[in-house]
């Protein structure tokens, strides 16, 4: 999981990951890849090295993890069942 991870913004954190990757400027105007709002001054977040442009808010990067892969696998089952 966390080689997803390309960089970070914001204040640091107490988080394992953000010591091996290098700390990048907010990506202010930019929108969210989970949430969708703009990324604002004081907001932390990550960026994703699959989606470099496409920064991602500290507190939706669970959500965007945990949702994404119960959808594939929803998708991936109708696939089967259906032919
Ligand atoms: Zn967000």
Do not use: N
């Amino acid at each position: 999981m966390p080689r997803m991870i390309a960089s970070w913004f914001g204040s640091p954190w107490e988080w394992p990951a953000l010591r091996e990757r290098p700390r990048s400027t907010t990506p202010l105007g930019t929108s969210c890849i989970h949430c969708e709002q703009q990324i604002i001054l004081g907001d932390q977040g990550l960026v994703l090295s699959d989606a470099p442009d496409s920064p991602l808010h500290r507190r939706c990067f669970y959500a965007f993890l945990f949702s994404k892969p119960r959808r594939d696998a929803r998708e991936r089952g109708a696939a089967t069942t259906t032919r």
